[in-house]
């Protein structure tokens, strides 16, 4: 599976984007579709993740964005809202067919990403 993540660019801070991930082929609802981010100096950290309907946050991303999925397009969404300016990062799409609940908020448990698309929030 390859996944090409679109959306990203420059907002000033209380502003949004919308995210896409569009996977190369059907994935079903159990895959596995998740976001990700690396900040400038950071490591990648875990934002969102849906499977089976199913949404999980990072509790600094919680209430602000929100994950979907539209799997007749093969293709997860995150919407950001209420950007602030420590939201600047790559954001990353990942998936994965064979995860485990609780291992969905590490880097190591998704098989394929994407390509990463910038996301810049000015004060």
């Known amino acids: 599976v390859q996944l090409q993540a679109s959306g990203g660019g420059l907002v000033q801070s209380g502003g949004s984007l919308r995210l896409s991930c569009a996977a190369s082929?059907?994935?079903?609802?159990?895959?596995?579709m998740g976001w990700f981010r690396q900040g400038p100096g950071k490591e990648r950290e875990f934002v969102a993740a849906?499977?089976?309907?199913?949404?999980y946050y990072a509790d600094a991303v919680k209430g602000r964005f929100t994950i979907s999925r539209d799997n007749t397009k093969n293709t997860a969404y995150l919407q950001m809202n209420s950007l602030k300016p420590e939201d600047t990062a790559v954001y990353y799409c990942?998936?994965?067919?064979?995860?485990?609940?609780?291992?969905?908020?590490?880097?190591?448990?998704?098989?394929?990403w994407g390509q990463g698309t910038l996301v810049t929030v000015s004060s």
């Open positions: 849906i499977r089976s309907g199913t949404t």
């Open positions: 082929e059907r994935t079903g609802s159990r895959y596995v």
């Open positions: 990942a998936g994965g067919g064979t995860l485990i609940l609780s291992t969905l908020r590490d880097v190591a448990a998704y098989d394929h």
